[in-house]
């Protein structure tokens, strides 16, 4: 990513190197922005559009461009470097990849209405499709996917199962069989009726009218 930046910011900033650039690409490169996960990924999916990513190729070796910068830094000669090496749009296309997945789960939880409930299960599901990717490199994969646990963990409150077991597009599902969710729903079940028994049964008569509906 802040070598992916780094690429864009040189091209964009010097007018003639940008000149050069759009002789090869008929699409404009899109410029980084500061802590903006979303526009990150259209900034590196663009990279990888075929138009653009010929036009960075055929411009790192372009006379003219290397006519401009046999007399600037090596800085200038590390970047035509990158741009060249098979090694950095592997790395460009893996992150897209995750980060395709990862704003997929933002779209769904970003909707208007009730998301809590849809995030707990969302959560789950996007860790398990993130650990399926086979072509992804292992470190950065197992970086990712402990990222994704260590904040699914953070869901593990009574308060997101109960949000689970109640949302209306999960209740065929009957969420609350599972063993996790099953304790975390008692957990809520036992504090809203201060341990009566024979009002929890109550409730789980009604959760079973509402998925049945």
């Known amino acids: 990513m802040h070598i992916a930046t780094k690429i864009i910011i040189f091209i964009t900033m010097k007018p003639s190197v940008l000149a050069l650039f759009r002789k090869f690409s008929k699409k404009d490169l899109v410029k980084p922005a500061a802590t903006k996960f979303a526009y990150a990924f259209i900034m590196l999916s663009n990279l990888l559009d075929e138009c ?15 006519r401009k910068i046999v007399t600037k830094s090596q800085k200038e000669e590390e970047l035509s470097a990158i741009v060249l090496s098979p090694f950095f ?9 995750l980060c395709t997945l990862i704003l997929k789960f933002f779209r769904l939880t ?38 994704g646990i260590e904040r699914w963990d953070t869901l593990h409150s009574p308060l997101y199962v109960a949000s689970y077991v109640l949302h209306g597009i999960w209740r065929e599902k009957s969420p609350q069989m599972d063993t996790e969710v099953y304790y975390g729903w008692m957990d809520v079940l036992e504090r809203h009726t201060h341990s009566d028994v024979e009002k929890q049964g109550q409730l789980c008569d009604e959760l079973d009218v509402f998925q049945s509906i």
Not at 52 to 66: A, D
Not at 89 to 97: D, G, L, S, T
Request: hydrophobic letters at 35%; proline letters at 0%; one cysteine or more.
């Open 89 to 97: 749009w592997r790395n460009v296309k893996e992150i897209v990849i």
């Open 110 to 147: 970003d909707r208007e209405g009730a998301t809590m409930g849809l995030i707990y299960e969302l959560t789950d599901r996007m860790i398990e499709k993130i650990s399926s990717l086979y072509c992804i490199d292992s470190t950065r994969l197992e970086e990712v996917k402990n990222s």
């Open 52 to 66: 653009v990513y010929n036009g960075l190729r055929s411009l790192m070796v372009c006379r003219e461009y290397m």
